[in-house]
Structure formats: structure tokens, C-alpha cells
């Protein structure tokens, strides 16, 4: 019979896969969590961008001699400065980045997005909504001195902001409130626009799984043991986007990436690493035990990362009934309850295509299954995010072919 796990039963008898049910999806992400640190950074940055908010303001009100034409440019500009200063603050970061020897993996704007991938880096458009708000990335190749070079990349995000800033409020003042109205509220707005994303980032803060650069900032300067299971994290991510697959992961930096095991969402990402190790070694019941500490947590995982957990634990699940490790019937459905919680897996396709060609096959509809499973080796070669290619999921999905059609 199928059970529901907990965070006190997260393992199970070695060589054995114990059937268990999706918890329901959680309904909301945690609230905004703040330090003292934070908060009375918060009350700081908010009086000034507040003051230089209704001096915006004062002077956008004050562009009387705009003829009709020149209101109606105004206003469709202003929607324009979320996009441009998004892409200034993200080449912010990957600018930081590129500064400590970081190589460039991923930028994605509004609907654009720029991947680094196995045949080199590829334009295309974002379908993702959990990325529409801006994102980049890039790591460098090895992992010396990489809490600082890491702070430096993060701050170039918010130090970009801060610059544009500034910038638009000099192109404001040396304008002129007569010279060129439309010019001065043109740059008012995208001076305003930048100043709330400085602000809104720089505070240190969490929400919804994830750190802002602030909190990231002050976490990988100020050290400790915090500090430590992030740059593991940082380390292992490094090793694997250099080829290194899950099976050879250093099992010493596995550990430091979920210590202090503390329930956060850098503790539970290094669970979630470790299960990836084990899968790929075939040690189902310590994959399964560390999917089981993930999902106790599960409500500090961004949305996406939920996704993935679900969709790996129906991939799971359904590879021990496949290989006859537990319960087989009891097994199949388990996998296919949680492969019906799992959502779109947009972030990652594969990872969605995999669970479902296991789940098909547990279910003994192989052709269905073959036809997943080729769906999953395209998604892996064409719309993988990494810049190398996942031996581990390209084999699975390949030998979930050969069994399918065998």
C-alpha cells in the first residue's frame, strides 16, 4: 500500500524502493523573510529611493510643454525601462562574472534568451515564466577563491543598477527642465526604474526559495558555515558543467554542500545533488532517502525546483518497479501519482520526458514509452540548459528506448 513520506522515515531497507504517494503541492511560497541586517538596510534604501521617487515624480508632473504626441512616447517608454534595465542589471552580473575569470552559461530578458549549450551559445525564445523576470549566469572554471569571485559576479548585477541610476539622473539635471522635455522624463523614468531594482536586490532578503543578491552577497563574504555548503554547491555545479557526471561527484564536497542540514534551500539543493549521485549509481533506496529530505522541504524550493523533485521521484519510483527493486504494481502507481503532480518541468524537458518514458514502461506501454523516451534524448541534445551534454540523463533516456523496444 502506498504511503505519503515524512521527514522522519526518510530511508529505506538497502535494495528496496518503498511506494509513497505525492504530498499535496504546496499552495504558497514562504513569505519574504528579512534580517535585522536587511530590514534596517530596508528602512535606509526605501527613505532614499522613496525621497528620489517623489522627486521623479515632482518632475514628470512638470512636463506641461509635452505636445500630445510626445505624452503618448512618454508612456509607451516607461514599460520599455522594465526591459532595458533588467538586461543592465542582469550583463551586470555576467560583466562581474567575466571580471573573475567566470564563463558565460546563460542570459535570459523578458522573452529572450541566450544559452551556452553543447554547440555553442544559441538565441532563442523563453517559455519559461519562472525566468521572465531576468537571469544570467555564469560560474568560472575552477573553484579557487570562489566564494569571493562568486560575491564579486553577484554584485555586478546591483552595482550596475546603482550606476544606470545615477547615470539617468546626471542626463536629467545636464538636460534641463526646458532643453528637451521628453528627453528629461525619458531619462526619469529609467533612473527610477533602475533605483527599485537596486533596491529590491540588494536588500538582503529570501522569497520563494530564493535568495537576493544581497543575502547572497552578505552570505558568501561573511563566511561560516553557511558560506562553506554554498561554495560547495558552487563547486560541484563547476565539476559538472565541466563533464564530471553525477556518479564521480566528490563524495567530501556531497557532504559540506548539506552541512549545516539546517532544512534550507541550499541544504535541501545539496540532498538534491547527492540523490543525483546515487541514481546514477543505481543505489535506488539512498536516492530515494535523499529525495524524501527534499521533499520534506519541499516548500522552500522555487517552483521549478519543485517540479524537478516531483518528476524525479515518478522517474524513480518507476525505474525500481522496471528493475524489480520493491513492490512493482504498488510501485507503477505510486509513479504515476506523482508524475500527474509534477507540472511541465519547463525548466528542464528531459527531466519531464525521462519520468514520464519510465512511468509508461512500469506501466507496460512500451511504445508509448520509446516514443517519451526518444522525446527526452531530443529535449536533451536541443533544449538542455547546461553547456555540455547530460551523460547521465542522455543513457537513461537511451537504455528507456532499448527496453521499451526490446
Known amino acids: 500500500m502506498a504511503t505519503t513520506p515524512s521527514p522522519t522515515s526518510v530511508s529505506a531497507p538497502v535494495g528496496t524502493v ?11 511560497v514562504p513569505l519574504m523573510r528579512r534580517s535585522l541586517l536587511g530590514m534596517g538596510l530596508a528602512v535606509v534604501l526605501g527613505a532614499m529611493f522613496g525621497y528620489f521617487g517623489i522627486q521623479v515624480g515632482r518632475q514628470l508632473t512638470e512636463l506641461k510643454s509635452l505636445v500630445p504626441a510626445e505624452r503618448v512616447l512618454l508612456v509607451l517608454w516607461l514599460p520599455l525601462t522594465w526591459l532595458i534595465t533588467v538586461a543592465w542589471h542582469e550583463c551586470g552580473h555576467l560583466l562581474g562574472g567575466r571580471w573573475v575569470g567566470g564563463r558565460f552559461l546563460l542570459l535570459v530578458i523578458g522573452p529572450f534568451k541566450w544559452v551556452r549549450t553543447v554547440s555553442g551559445v544559441r538565441f532563442g525564445l523563453n517559455r519559461s515564466l519562472n525566468a521572465s523576470g531576468g537571469l544570467a549566469a555564469s560560474l568560472p572554471s575552477d573553484d579557487r577563491d570562489l566564494r569571493r569571485r562568486m560575491a564579486v559576479m553577484v554584485a555586478g548585477g546591483p552595482g550596475a543598477s546603482l550606476v544606470l541610476m545615477l547615470a539617468m539622473a546626471a542626463v536629467a539635471m545636464a538636460i534641463g527642465p526646458q532643453a528637451w522635455p521628453l528627453g528629461r522624463g525619458m531619462a526619469l523614468a529609467l533612473g527610477a526604474m533602475s533605483g527599485l531594482i537596486f533596491v529590491v536586490t540588494i536588500i538582503p532578503t529570501q522569497m520563494g526559495g530564493l535568495k537576493s543578491d544581497g543575502l547572497r552577497i552578505y552570505t558568501l563574504l561573511r563566511g561560516g558555515p553557511a558560506a562553506e555548503r554554498e561554495a560547495a554547491l558552487l563547486s560541484l555545479t563547476i565539476a559538472s558543467l565541466g563533464g564530471v557526471r553525477p556518479a564521480d561527484y566528490d563524495p567530501v564536497k556531497l557532504a559540506a554542500a548539506t552541512l549545516p542540514d539546517d532544512g534550507s534551500v541550499h ?8 540523490f543525483h549521485r546515487h541514481a546514477d549509481r543505481r543505489e535506488y533506496a539512498e536516492a530515494q532517502s535523499r529525495l524524501d529530505r527534499v521533499m520534506a522541504g519541499e516548500v522552500e524550493l522555487p517552483s521549478f525546483m519543485r517540479e524537478m523533485a516531483r518528476a524525479e521521484y515518478a522517474w524513480l519510483l518507476a525505474m525500481a518497479a522496471v528493475e524489480g527493486v520493491g513492490d512493482r504494481e504498488a510501485l507503477a502507481r505510486a509513479a504515476r501519482s506523482w508524475l500527474t503532480s509534477t507540472g511541465a518541468v519547463a525548466f528542464d524537458p528531459a527531466t519531464r520526458h525521462r519520468a514520464e518514458a519510465a512511468v509508461l514502461l512500469a506501466e507496460g506501454r512500451r511504445t ?3 516514443a517519451a523516451a526518444r522525446a527526452g534524448i531530443l529535449a536533451v541534445e536541443t533544449r538542455s540548459m547546461t553547456p555540455v551534454r547530460n551523460r547521465f540523463a542522455a543513457e537513461v533516456l537511451a537504455d528507456l528506448v532499448r527496453r521499451a523496444e526490446g
Open 18 to 28: 518503498v511506494a509513497c504517494l505525492p504530498p499535496p503541492t504546496p499552495a504558497a
Open 267 to 274: 541544504a535541501l539543493y545539496g540532498h538534491f545533488s547527492a
Open 368 to 370: 508509448e514509452a520509446a
